[in-house]
C-alpha cells in the first residue's frame, strides 16, 4: 500500500525551514552519532598503536651553572666529576656533550680550550642517562689546564650494529619526535652544523642505545654521512667506551643502507 501525500510531505525538508520532520531527523541524528562513535574508536585505535616518546628532557628557558674540562675528541665534551663516585664501582667521571644555540655544534666556541678546566651556563638535554648542555659561549670562564679527568685506556671491540642515523641533540630531547624520515631535513642540518651524529640502536626489549659515530681515526664523519641520515644502516667496526659513552670507529664509506624499512634489532 503506497504512502499517503500528507506523509511523502511530512518525510519531506527544505533547508530553510525551520526543522525537519520527526523521522527524518531521528535518521539524521543516528547517522551522526554513529559516525562520531567510529571517528572516536578509529582515534583510539590509531593512538594505541603508536610508539610513546621516550623519557627526554630539554629544559628549554633554564639555565645552569656547570663546571668541567673541555674534551675535543671526537666531540665537544665537557666532563664532569661524579660526587660519591669513589664509594661506589662507577666511573669518577660523567661526559656531556657539548652543542650551542640552535643547529651548530660547539666546536667554535670551545675548541680553544682543549685540556682546560671551565665554568659555563647552559641548559640541560638529556635522555637514557646520555647528556648534554647548550652552553652559552658568552658566559665560558677559563679556569686554566687541567690534569686529564679520566685517562683510563679504551678498550675496543669488533661489532655491528644496525640503527638509524640520528642527530644527538634533536632526539636526546630538542625535538619529539627527533627520529625517522619526518625529521630528516632538521637533523641532516644539525649534524651538517657540528651536532655530533649518533647511531641509536633498537635492542630486542624495544630499549635504545646511543653509539656516536667517528671514522676508523677517530675523527668526526659530520660531512660524510649526511645522505644517510635517517635511515636504517649497518655499520661494521671497533665498538669502544669512552667514559660513559659508547663509540663506533668505521669508515663512512663502509656503511651499509638497509633499506626503507624500520630499524632492525642490533647486531654484534
Known sequence: MSESPETNAEAFYIGWQGKAAPGLARFVRGRVIAVLLISLGLASVIAATQAPFGASRFEF??????????????????????????RTQ?????????????????DSAVGHLAGHRVRLTGTLIDRDGVTMVELLPESLVDLGEAVLADPTPLTTTAATLRGEIVDSKCYLGVMKPGNL????ACATRCISGGVPPVLMV?????????????????????DRILHMVAEPVEISGTLSRLGDLEVLRADPMSYRRLGSGPSSPEAH
Open 181 to 184: 624520515k619526518v625529521h630528516r
Open 202 to 222: 633498537r635492542r630486542p626489549d624495544g630499549t635504545a642505545r646511543y653509539v656516536l659515530l667517528v671514522d676508523a681515526d677517530g675523527g668526526a664523519v659530520n
Open 90 to 106: 662507577v666511573a669518577p667521571t660523567s661526559r656531556w656533550l657539548l652543542t650551542v644555540f640552535g643547529k651548530r655544534g660547539a
Open 61 to 86: 628557558g633554564v639555565e645552569r651553572s656547570f663546571e668541567g674540562q673541555v674534551e675535543l675528541s671526537p666531540y665537544p665534551m665537557l666532563i664532569v666529576d661524579r660526587p660519591g663516585a669513589e
